[in-house]
């Protein structure tokens, strides 16, 4: 069974803090695809990034990077130098190979101060 | 705009009465998929639809929910006799194939009195 776990369900930081969101998952597949996604205030998803199974490179866009490790099954997130707008709920989630559906994890409030 | 459109943005009914919500998927995708958020929560799958077939209907309840995505059209997300724990958030995704990104709708914003 697919699960995924993100175990800080609020953050607040100070603006220019880097701010790392964790992100654990469960799978028995060995071909699976990770994404975060970010929810505004205003509600809607924005697609922040994909990552397949194979490919454990780190990526780095902006101020955003990501940190994949098979062996600890963690797809982390960091934000470096935090801006308000950066205020949000992310939300990481795995879709495995056969099946379409994504496993949203519970998310991860993020607030970033002024 | 050739992204995943979702109408209405909000819906409000009553106890009992039918919500229909629709969404168009990005142009070029087949793969639709309805998630639904329930306040303070994160999103949960309810079904994956390909162009007349339904794929996946794992997450959606047996009974009231039912869903479509015809030749020509929207896909529709039906709810029959509604209650208050229907009241979420409703989210449309369409991708071009079961394993490409899903690209998401604004959401339809369910609200039963």
């Known amino acids: 069974a697919q699960k995924v776990t993100q175990a800080q369900t609020e953050i607040s930081v100070v603006e220019k803090e880097d701010v790392t969101l964790d992100c654990v998952y469960e799978?028995?597949?060995?071909?699976?695809?990770l994404f975060w996604y970010k929810q505004p205030p205003s509600g809607e998803l924005v697609f922040l990034i994909r990552r397949n199974s194979f490919d454990e490179q780190n990526e780095i866009s902006g101020r955003y990077s990501w940190n994949f490790q098979k062996s600890t099954s963690s797809f982390n997130f960091t934000i470096t130098a935090s801006q308000v707008v950066d205020s949000a709920v992310y939300f990481c989630?795995?879709?495995?190979?056969?099946?379409?559906?994504?496993?949203f994890g519970a998310g991860t409030r993020l607030t970033v101060k002024p | 705009n050739a992204g995943v459109m979702q109408n209405p943005r909000h819906l409000v009914r009553r106890r009992g009465q039918e919500a229909r919500l629709r969404c168009s998927p990005m142009?070029?995708?087949?793969?639709v998929y309805w998630y639904r958020q329930l306040p303070e929560e994160g999103l949960k799958f309810m079904v994956y639809l390909q162009k007349e077939n339904i794929i996946d209907e794992s997450g959606m309840p047996k009974e009231r929910f039912s869903a479509e995505f015809p030749k020509e059209g929207p896909s529709i997300l039906r709810i029959q006799q509604v209650v208050r724990g229907d009241s979420a958030a409703y989210f449309c995704a369409s991708s071009g194939g079961p394993t490409d990104t899903q690209y998401f709708g604004p959401g339809t914003r369910l609200t039963v009195l």
């Open positions: 799978t028995r597949d060995t071909t699976y695809y």
């Open positions: 989630a795995l879709s495995e190979a056969v099946r379409g559906d994504m496993r």
């Open positions: 142009k070029g995708h087949s793969h």
